[in-house]
């Protein structure tokens, strides 16, 4: 149980086109989901808080306008690079939180790699 | 806030030798600790976590941690490591007066292991 699928896992993109990533809990529900960026070889920054049902909290420095969240059910969230650039590509990762559960764990995506040209 | 230091970007062991990856962390109020693994180009899978329960955590794949407050670790070991687990290792830390929904991760520990 409690797997979270995203898709696509890797997608390559023209500069200036947007990308949609999804974020599905498979066999659970989550009002909240979180959307983290990594770069080669280093950690997972959060980028944003996706809260089913209501804007997004967005973390310092990220820009909400570039990176939109929507989280319209309790098992899909949606981040979507707008207008991508080079700088843009990295890897992408989301975790979700399962419905009443107050342990702290979070469960993860596979990642979606995300190459723009 | 709180933040989580691992120790060693690179640790290389021989198989079948003991695995001990670092974690230091610092909280202002009783944590939750997390040990996630990731390999390469996947996402993250709990190896184990500490939520304020027993202080020795037993967790997947033959891991173990130890949660000691006086040292501010929770440092991660194997007894004998197989080549299946060269890996990315991450620590992390979620506060339990956040609701426990943000974690901060450390900067990643990469295992290597040699035959």
């Known amino acids: 149980g409690a797997v979270v699928s995203q898709h696509p896992s890797r997608v390559i993109c023209k500069s200036g086109t947007s990308v949609k990533i999804e974020c599905r809990s498979l066999d659970f529900q989550a009002t909240t989901m979180f959307w983290y960026r990594q770069f080669p070889k280093q950690s997972l920054m959060l980028m944003a808080t996706?809260?089913?049902?209501?804007?997004?909290?967005?973390e310092q420095g990220v820009e909400k306008d570039k990176f939109l969240i929507n989280h319209a059910s309790l098992t899909l969230s949606t981040l979507t690079v707008t207008s991508a650039h080079p700088e843009d590509s990295s890897f992408y990762i989301c975790?979700?939180?399962?419905?009443?559960?107050?342990?702290?764990?979070?469960?993860f995506g596979e990642g979606s790699r995300l190459t723009v040209l | 806030a709180q933040s989580v230091t691992q120790l060693g970007s690179h640790v290389s062991v021989s198989e079948g030798a003991l695995v001990l990856l670092r974690c230091n962390y610092s909280?202002?109020?009783?944590?939750?600790l997390f040990w996630y693994v990731q390999y390469p180009n996947q996402g993250l899978q709990l190896l184990l976590k500490y939520t304020s329960a027993a202080t020795l955590v037993k967790g997947i794949n033959g891991f173990e941690a130890e949660f000691k407050k006086s040292e501010t670790s929770f440092h991660l070991t194997k007894p004998s490591a197989h080549m299946s687990d060269a890996a990315e290792y991450f620590c992390?830390?979620?506060?339990?007066?956040?609701?426990?929904?943000?974690?901060?991760f450390g900067t990643g520990t990469r295992l290597l292991v040699s035959p």
């Open positions: 992390a830390v979620s506060e339990v007066n956040t609701g426990f929904q943000k974690l901060v």
């Open positions: 996706s809260n089913e049902g209501s804007k997004a909290t967005y």
């Open positions: 909280s202002s109020v009783p944590p939750y």
């Open positions: 975790s979700a939180l399962p419905l009443g559960v107050n342990t702290g764990e979070l469960f």
